[in-house]
């Protein structure tokens, strides 16, 4: 499956594609949002939960790396340089 492919999908189909094929990555909160990201196949795909809604609104799939970012401020790697070499 291409980005291409997930993006003329509609709305139900994308989160079916997510739950049989996504692999979780992790989450982050940005404003009034959660947001979860995901990897299918060579691409990236967040999924976007209104947290004073209740309800899951937005979808945005990117395939530039680039956009992992936001993600990578949260990984704790403190561990690996306190483990002796």
Do not use: W
């Not at 909160?29 to 939960?49: M, T």
């Not at 309800?55 to 483990?83: H, Q, W």
Request: aromatic content about 16%; some cysteine; charged content about 20%.
């Amino acid at each position: 499956m291409t980005m291409q492919d997930f993006d003329y999908m509609d709305g139900i189909a994308k989160t079916e594609i997510l739950s049989l094929m996504g692999i979780f990555l992790g989450t982050r909160r940005d404003g009034c949002f959660r947001i979860s990201l995901y990897q299918v196949e060579n691409f990236y795909v967040e999924l976007y939960y209104h947290l004073s809604q209740g309800c899951y609104v937005s979808l945005r799939s990117f395939e530039d790396v680039g956009g992992l970012n936001p993600y990578l401020e949260d990984i704790d790697i403190s561990a690996i340089y306190a483990s002796p070499r």
